[in-house]
């Protein structure tokens, strides 16, 4: 389906694919909540409370793939990530996801899919469910996992591992389909 996709999606796609991004924060992410992280030699982004559904902050760990889609979208506004047109995006779920969501024959697959995806991937690749949590911002019922801050460089070689193409193959997850 992402080779059917404009650029603008199919970036955007790619990227929620290596970070589990829900539709909102993909579409409304913004330079401002980058946050350079030099003992990894790169950045993160920190989605603010209001902005998350858990209402807390989330940091967003960009695997090698999703720092490769953020290196390409610099400079193309200054406040949103991606935007279109000059303008930020409303949600992936127009009118070009549906279409190409017809020509590839995946009538079912939902946006919301690619973060399901993003979860198998890290489980298919061996990543604990505590830092799956991490990666995804769940938020922890353990008592273990509220006092274990998940360490950025750790977590950045956890998202790495989806990238791990031997012996895998990626699934896209659809929902009662």
Same mark, same amino acid.
């Given at each position: ?61 960009? *695997?090698?793939? =999703? @720092? ?6 610099? &400079?193309?506004? %200054? #406040?949103? +990530? ?10 992936? *779920?127009?009118? =070009? @996801? ?6 590839? &024959?995946?009538? %079912? #697959?939902? +946006? ?66």
């Amino acid at each position: 389906m992402f080779p059917k996709l404009p650029g603008h999606l199919a970036r955007m796609a790619l990227f929620a694919v290596n970070t589990g991004l829900r539709d909102a924060n993909l579409c409304g992410l913004q330079w401002s909540w980058e946050v350079p992280v030099p003992e990894i030699g790169r950045s993160v982004f920190v989605v603010p409370a209001e902005a998350f559904k858990a209402k807390r902050p989330h940091v967003v760990i960009l *695997n090698d793939i =999703a @720092w490769s889609i953020i290196q390409t979208q610099r &400079g193309r506004h %200054a #406040v949103w +990530v991606f935007p279109y047109h000059g303008r930020r995006i409303a949600r992936m *779920n127009n009118s =070009a @996801w549906r279409q190409a969501r017809r020509e590839a &024959g995946l009538r %079912a #697959v939902r +946006v919301h899919d690619l973060r399901h995806t993003y979860a198998c991937r890290l489980r298919a690749a061996g990543v604990s469910a505590e830092d799956r949590a991490a990666l995804l911002g769940h938020a922890t019922q353990s008592m273990v996992g509220h006092y274990a801050s998940a360490d950025v460089g750790r977590l950045l070689r956890e998202a790495n591992l989806v990238l791990n193409r031997q012996e895998t193959r990626t699934v896209l997850r659809v929902a009662n389909g």
